[in-house]
């Protein structure tokens, strides 16, 4: 279930809004797909850990105490903030036409609700994204810049999602305290169109994103991104 993104214009050229999503509020089959309740997917009320692979001494959900345990779920609130600024709208100059010259960003809480140990800092699960549109005057229909910051001790991985179905950021079979050190990660992405004729249009780009490849014949994305490092990228 959504809540209507609400958008509000101060000012002719600005714009700024906000957005809220309740993300798999009503299951139509059942709640244990959502909250999966298995052994993998579960943590230790009393002590804040995962209970697979945790190699502490105690740990009283993985060592069978059923009332201590608790798990990770896909369902949640996700909130998400928006605000742009058209130049081009603001400042009269010869040549720009609207959008061509604007500044945009959001900045997502993708998760309202902290989870022990896995979920336990929201700034983790904040991505920020900037962007702009430069204008060409006429020499492009369009070149903008886009650029996206987060922070997080797990990589951008749907390993246990895909093949595991446990709402957890790791890959298949992969121990959550394999990770311990954040990880900046800054995404980002060049990109100019230009319609040549009607019915032709041309298009370049340059990136940095999540771009994943199909990992097998049926399709299946990678679990990982190509591009994954800060030095990656690749143009079409």
Known sequence: MTSPRLTYKPV??????????????????????????RLANAYSKSTGRPANNDTAVVNPCRDGVASDCGYYTYRGFKLAGHASVDVGSLVEIPGIRPNDFKLYGEVALLGVEDHPY????????????????????????????????????????????????????????????????????????????RQVVNG?????????????????????????????????????
């Open 12 to 37: 002719p050229g600005v714009k700024v809004g906000a957005g809220a999503v309740w993300a798999h509020g009503i299951p139509l089959k059942s709640d244990k797909y959502l909250t999966p309740k």
């Open 200 to 236: 032709v249009t041309l298009h370049a780009q340059a990136a940095n994103d999540h771009l994943r490849h199909f990992a097998t014949i049926f399709a299946l994305p990678a679990h990982r991104p190509s591009t994954e490092r800060n030095s990656d990228w690749y143009y079409v």
């Open 118 to 193: 896995v979920y336990d800092d929201k700034t983790e699960r904040m991505p920020i994204t900037l962007g702009l549109n430069l204008p060409t005057f006429t020499l492009l229909d369009q070149l903008s810049f886009e650029t996206e910051y987060r922070k997080s001790r797990f990589p951008n991985n749907i390993g246990s999602t895909s093949a595991d179905q446990n709402p957890l950021p790791v890959g298949t079979g992969e121990s959550v305290y394999a990770y311990t050190d954040p990880k900046t990660s800054w995404k980002w992405t060049a990109y100019a169109r």
